[in-house]
């Protein structure tokens, strides 16, 4: 069947023979096989049999485990030939890989993990024994004599691995045709540490190589995708196989195959004389493909945005992307094919909700971000992973800008992205951006939110700084000087500093060598205004833990900008406050009456007032609320909570300042407001104040709730943002009227579940949620239940799994997290996200909680210490736990299981919020009742214009 027509085939045809009978691997003795062997050899006359098995688990390595790989050795290139089997869920993969000899070594070492390696040779030379350490994730080669420096050798490999019950490495996804027949695909994931699961190889980002690969599919309806182009399909019969053109020089992290009966359309990207014009085709399972256009719109117009913004041509001859019905992250940005969760990619004017085009369009921007910036110049070492994901992070927002100007993107950084990462960052838990990380574990658990969230906003801070041009200028000379390359962050903001008259270096290290931000003390002084700067910590006790171990002594260099009451709406000063500077002074009149730090807050840090300058910023507020900006009244309402949170401020201050809200109609600083009425709710919860905190919120949001209403514009996308922020807001804190209109289109969709009784996408979670929380009765979850097991569309399959997680009933809630376990019932991509929808209702919170512990070594038995998301689990559902019993039944669970894999940080932060959430109460709950009591004014009644 096979014809010898180049070395791969060959040996695919020994391997054939070998797999037939599993002992014939090991034993050379069986003469078939030395027949094949030398038949193998007299052919291609390269290789040297192997006479040793390799060793399973060398007895494990205890302390300063050295993961890294030695450096004697530089791949040069590989030819990849994989086989998937779609209907066993198991793979063969056969690849022969150059290396140049950089020092003499008698040992080649490379990654290779769960994958079982059945055969290794080295081009003329002879090959001792072969040995899988399976700590280190490592195949250990060691040759009879040490090669030769500046030589090149060649490897070849046999393997053979599984597909089955898992998203990363190369793996298997399902899903159901349109005639409800079930069809397999295999697809890969190989970020940060995965490509090692599907071939041995150099899994380092610096290793970069280039990439010959092929790829077996079955002939007919199924065909192969990889980052290049096809450049023959051979015909096998039952089989076909896929070549592709070699590709450029890249990291292993970011070569990808597909194979499906994926559906596709194509459209041209327009690279306006940058470089060639290219396709770009986006595939997804057949029935949906009418669901690819936006997307497809969309990426097409983001990539001319970055063509002409990075100034450099796509370095690649297509870009192409595809949904997989299983995937582990959002997307991934393998060069030339991104992958997508269905949800992130697939759009359905009568499926996706407002919020849903936004996420697709701006996880489009991500990816498409790091064709270049990450792909074409990658960071060295996984410790400088922020400078991909921060950078790319920042970028989509812009991306998604250009192409939606009227979608605020730039105001929805900072509610989105700025301020939860300033929550987390504030704690004793975080971690500096740049961080060592060697294990599998630690390069998993970097991926986080201080790597994209913090990353963004310093990158943010940063171009705020040097000036968006210059900016620019910077990057693109970035990208030219090191394309192919690979990076640390002192590379890029070189680049920077080259446009710059000051030393940004410097400044940058303060914010990415250590954790944490400042917050500004500034006051009233002679001449002006003092300002001194202090870490910002949410627990005030945490003040007194806090180790001493940063060279910047836990102080910044702060670009400072600000404006006064006297000035002209656009007029901003601003200087940099030097991190070794105690003190500093802005000379002004003294009739001011008020000074605002942090313009449509850029920085990165808090800034407190005094109280008389407090007085002042809010009696603006209240008498003409658009003398602030958007971003400027979203800060000054996020600062205020979170100082007064931290006990830094009085919680009379960010109250009364919840006086202008009657006023404001504008989406960013209304989810500020909305997210905190309903995070306060949670907090004040068990406490004798919350009967008149619900009075006093609810009468809040009545009046913009009234105005927002419940039909939805067809195009007013920011609106739409708030409809539903102030919705979910209003449901949440009980409103009357919201909770009966929810319940009455829940009841009427549910009695007759057709398409027009459906509400609008963008109402569904409310109505599906606030309407399930309403009902009593058994049979209205088992329906709800039902359409969800039926339906097909990922992202409102995501809806329907949130509203059944509304019931009040613990039995309901319960059931619901032993089925969700089931694959079949939650595919394991969603899994986390469902348990999460089940702790955060307080009737659920507990029976997670108890499932949770119980289930333990069942759960960390499927998911694997190394995964991130389940890591991230224990922070996520023990996040309202505010009492001593529950902070002692967290350390007595981490006793009992001390092993926490890529979770360790999140069990710290657990029980550092536990403690927060003590002292909070005990700090505020008293002077919110306070205020509550003697505030019965309708406020926002009062106060409208
Ligand atoms: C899909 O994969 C599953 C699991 O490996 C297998 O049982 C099933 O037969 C496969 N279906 C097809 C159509 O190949
Ligand atoms: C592949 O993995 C699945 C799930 O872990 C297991 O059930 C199956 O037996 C494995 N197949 C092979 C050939 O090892
Ligand atoms: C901030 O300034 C006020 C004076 O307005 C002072 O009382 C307070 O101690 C300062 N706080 C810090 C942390 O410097
Ligand atoms: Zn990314």
Partial sequence: MFLSRNWMQVVLAWAVAAFATATVVVAVQNAKLEADLRDVQEK?????????????????????????????????????????????GTFTGQEKITIDVVEATNQIILHSYLLDVTNVY????????????????????????????????????????????KLVGLYSSTYKSEAGDQRNISSTQFEPVYARQAFPCFDEPAMKATFAITVVHPTGSYHAVSNMKLSESNYLGEYTEAIFESTVSMSTYLVCIIVSDFASKSTTVNANGIGEDFTMEAFATPHQLNKVDFALEFGAAVTEYYIQYYNVPYPLTKLDMAAIPDFSSNAMEHWGLVTYRETALLYDESYSSTLNKQSIAAVLAHEIAHQWFGNLVTMKWWNDIWLNEGFARYMQYKGVNAVYPDWGMLEQFQIIALHPVMVYDAKLSSHPIVQEVESPAEISAIFDTISYEKGGSVIRMLENLVGSEKFEEAVTNYLVKYQFENTVTDDFLSEVDLVTDFDVKLLMRTWTEQMGYPVLNVSRGDAGF?????????????????????????????????????????????????????????????????????????????????????????????????RFDVADRAHLLNDAFALAD??????????????????????????????????????????????????????????????????????????????????????????????????????????????ANRPAPDLREIVYYYGMQQSTSNSDWDKLFELFMEETDASEKLKLMYGLAGVQ?????????????????????????????????????????????????????????TNRNFGRLIAQITKSFASQVKLEELQQFYAKYPESGAGANSRL?????????????????????????????????????
Avoid at 575 to 590: G, K, W
Avoid at 810 to 835: G, H, K, P
Avoid at 913 to 921: C, D, M, Q, S, V
Wanted: charged residues 25%.
């Fill in 530 to 626: 003092l300002i001194t700067q202090q870490r910002f910590l949410s627990n005030k006790a945490s003040y007194e833990e806090a180790p001493e171990d940063s060279e910047f002594q836990y102080r910044w260099s702060v670009p400072i900008t600000y404006t006064i009451d006297a000035w002209e709406d656009d007029k901003i000063e601003s200087f940099v406050f030097a991190y070794n500077i105690d003190t500093e002074a802005i000379a002004l009149d003294a009739d001011v009456q008020w000074i605002k730090l942090n313009v449509h807050q850029l920085g990165y840090y808090r800034v407190n007032y005094e109280d008389s300058l407090w007085d002042a910023l809010i009696k603006q507020l209240i008498a003409y609320p658009a």
């Fill in 909 to 945: 932060e657990a029980v550092e919020t536990i403690k927060y959430n003590i002292e909070w109460l005990k700090q505020n709950s008293g002077d919110i009742s306070d205020w509550l009591s003697g505030t019965s004014v309708p406020l926002t009644k009062k106060n409208r214009l």
């Fill in 44 to 88: 291609i006359d390269i290789y040297k049999e192997l006479d040793v098995r390799p060793t399973l688990q060398r007895e494990r390595r205890e302390d300063n485990i050295d993961y890294r790989l030695p450096t004697a050795l530089l791949p040069k290139h590989y030819e990849l030939y994989w086989h998937p089997d779609l209907d066993t």
């Fill in 122 to 165: 080295v081009l003329n030379r002879e090959v001792v024994e072969y040995v899988l350490e399976v700590e280190r994730q490592l195949l250990i080669i060691t040759l009879t004599e040490d090669l030769v420096v500046g030589s090149s050798i060649t490897l070849g490999i046999l393997f053979n691995g599984n597909m089955t019950d």
């Fill in 646 to 755: 931290a006990s830094q401020l009085s919680y009379k201050v960010p109250l009364e300042m919840t006086a202008y809200l009657g006023q404001e109609r504008d989406f960013a600083p209304w989810y500020v407001a909305a997210e905190k009425l309903k995070a306060l709710q949670r907090s004040l919860m068990f406490n004798e104040g919350y009967v008149s905190y619900l009075t006093y919120a609810r009468t809040l949001v009545d009046s913009v709730y009234q105005e927002v209403g419940w039909s939805v514009d067809a195009n007013n996308h920011l609106n739409n943002r708030l409809r539903v922020s102030i919705l979910s807001a209003a449901c949440s804190l009980g409103l009357p009227d919201c909770l009966d209109q929810a319940a009455q289109r829940f009841n009427t969709w549910l009695q007759n579940p057709t398409a």
């Fill in 809 to 865: 009933d613990a039995q309901l809630l319960f059931n619901f997290l032993v089925l969700a376990s089931d694959e079949s019932i939650v595919r394991s991509q969603d899994y986390f996200t469902c348990v999460q929808n089940i702790a955060s209702n307080p009737v659920g919170e507990p029976v997670v909680w108890d499932y949770y512990r119980e289930q333990w070594p069942q759960l960390s038995a499927r998911f694997g210490l």
